[in-house]
């Protein structure tokens, strides 16, 4: 794992007296230009200021903690790694995926690492987006019937075990309570991995009747799976947030109509909210959730590294844990019946694709749908002008966009110049800065930058309400459109094995025509692994950074599914082709 440490900046100061100047704020190692603060539009004139040439002591903010800002730039020592004194990312996103996507999340202040592999801290960044989320998807599911509740943690050892399919699936991952103190406990206590053992016995005391159907519980809570694989933040922990819902029915057809409605509120989070492309689909009988009937998911891609990602699943359970639990019901008929059953759930996960998906060599790019701030405002000054004006403008100006329904900040801290906040709400994923100066004050406008594409436009304050809320739409239908764009572009058919391996080892989803036979994917692991191993590059990604297999395994079976030819055949194995199924590498 790279560098788990905080990395501090140092901050450049150059003042200057020209208007017309075009500030920049860069960080170092990748020689890139972080932030362009102004145009010649604006004739705002942004100051880098550097510590060491700076001879004024910064005097202290009275707003400083609004929002909670990074630790004062700190002078690099020499001989010091750069990486740990700038505020903004030392390697591109291309060159080191894996170092990238560590500084990212740790230097934008989404994760701190904890001292424990696999745990980490979810600082309130990265909390709030899980919010944001959490609040969307907790109101549809409450405007089906869904109620929420909660659980213990703990479950013990005969319940966890009875459903021996079910427990099979996880029995690698389950960590287990065995000590009191110095005490043995005569029975040991699992910690959940899922709640499906937890929650059923309970349901088989409330359901008695037809009546007491549909029952649909959901809870929000923490998991563990002692993940024994390189763990990654966010898509691979030991401990992470999500929501389960487990829901009870009557028919299977009512079972079957949620799995879709439910899978499809899994999309609309990815699409809608995160702007990230997914595929909707089914998995094959080596896939699907263990002891379940069969399981629907949301399919992700990551184009950096050619990786896919199980988004979310919604499952039908079947029969099968009703009558493992005795989830029974007396129908209208007064006829006694096993009830039929779903699961559901959805992960921090979320916010780790949403990273690796739209981040770029500044850091964070945040869709303004889910981003803690929509909005920041940044005041620039000059020592001819006076401030005051300059100071209640801004506020005004953010009185009217929180007022308007936005999330917006003034940042008006007078110990950081304005280059330097650039750089950091850039790192931080903002979506839209607005700059004030003395002209534009003048002018009776602001200049906004958008984060996707770094353009720059005046606004008319007269107009900045219905400008700001078009400009917010178009960064959330542009993210989404670029992602999905590109997405496209990587899905590749195939119809024969010479061209599987090398499909993904161009960084690929290879659309194949398949048999459906589980020990014909076996084969497809088995054999696409020790191919993979033939190319240094996958050798290399199995031992360094995020440490990922050259295994290809099947992500899903499209519902979207393509026309199949009459007579074609299993690219594997040769026996007939029954539909189209996406295989690929994934985390």
Excluded at 221 to 244: A, C, G, I, T, Y
Aim: contains cysteine.
């Amino acid at each position: 794992m790279a560098d788990n440490s905080q990395s501090k900046s140092t901050e450049t100061t150059n003042q200057t007296s020209s208007e017309t100047k075009v500030e920049t704020a860069t960080t170092a190692t990748t020689g890139t230009t972080a932030t362009t603060a102004t145009t010649a539009t604006t004739a705002t004139t942004a100051t880098t200021a550097t510590t060491t040439q700076n001879k004024n002591k910064p005097k202290k903010n009275k707003n400083e903690g609004d929002v909670a800002p990074a630790a004062k730039p700190a002078k690099a020592k020499k001989g010091a790694d750069p990486s740990k004194n700038l505020l903004g990312l030392t390697v591109s996103k291309a060159e080191n995926f894996s170092d990238w996507y560590t500084q990212t999340i740790t230097k934008a202040e989404l994760i701190d690492y904890y001292d424990i592999s696999g745990c980490y801290i979810l600082r309130p960044w990265a909390y709030s987006i899980w919010e944001k989320i959490q609040a969307w998807f907790d109101t549809q599911i409450k405007k089906k019937g869904v109620q929420n509740s909660y659980f213990p943690l703990l479950v013990s050892k005969e319940a966890l075990e009875k459903e021996q399919n079910h427990i099979q699936g996880f029995s690698a991952e389950v960590a287990w309570v065995t000590r009191s103190g110095s005490s043995e406990l005569e029975k040991p206590v699992a910690v959940r991995p899922t709640s499906e053992t937890i929650m059923y016995p309970a349901f088989a005391n409330w359901i008695r009747s037809h009546r007491d159907l549909p029952l649909k519980i959901n809870q929000w809570s923490n998991v563990v799976r002692w993940e024994f694989k390189h763990p990654v933040p966010f898509l691979r922990s030991r401990e992470f947030l999500w929501q389960e819902g487990h829901t009870v029915f009557a028919t299977k057809e009512e079972a079957d109509a949620e799995v879709l409605e439910i899978l499809d509120l899994y999309r609309q989070v990815y699409e809608d909210l995160l702007c990230i492309p997914v595929i909707p689909g089914r998995k094959t009988e080596n896939e699907k959730f263990a002891g379940g009937l069969y399981t629907t998911t949301c399919e992700a891609f990551i184009p950096t590294n050619g990786r896919a990602v199980q988004g979310a699943t919604s499952h039908c359970l079947g029969k099968n844990f009703s009558q493992m639990f005795g989830i029974k019901f007396e129908d209208e008929n007064r006829v006694s019946q096993f009830a039929w059953q779903n699961s559901w759930g959805l992960t921090t996960r979320t916010i780790g694709v949403m990273v690796m998906v739209h981040g770029d060599d500044r850091g964070l790019v945040l869709p303004p749908k889910i981003a803690p701030l929509q909005i920041v405002l940044v005041p620039i000054f000059f020592k001819q002008t006076g401030s005051d004006e300059l100071l209640a403008k801004g506020k005004e100006i953010i009185s009217i966009l929180q007022q308007a329904g936005f999330s917006a900040f003034f940042d008006d801290r007078n110990n950081y110049n304005p280059g330097w906040k650039f750089n950091h709400w850039e790192l931080k994923g903002v979506p839209l800065r607005l700059e004030l100066g003395p002209k534009d004050l003048l002018n009776n406008q602001v200049i906004a930058v958008r984060r996707d594409t770094n353009e720059k436009i005046a606004i008319s304050l007269t107009d900045l309400l219905t400008t700001t809320h078009s400009l917010l739409d178009s960064m959330q239908k542009f993210l989404f459109e670029r992602a999905k764009t590109l997405r496209d572009s990587r899905i590749k058919k195939i119809s024969n094995w010479s061209e599987f391996v090398p499909t993904l080892d161009s960084g690929n989803i290879a659309c194949a025509p398949w048999c459906n036979v589980p020990d014909c994917e076996d084969e497809i692991k088995r054999r696409s692994g020790t191919e993979a191993r033939q190319n240094i590059a996958n050798v290399q990604q199995e031992e360094t950074g995020f440490k990922l297999s050259g295994s290809a395994k099947s992500l899903c079976i499209p519902f979207a599914q393509p026309e199949l030819p009459t007579g074609i055949v299993c690219f594997c194995c040769g026996k007939p082709a029954v539909n189209w199924t996406n295989f690929g590498r994934s985390y």
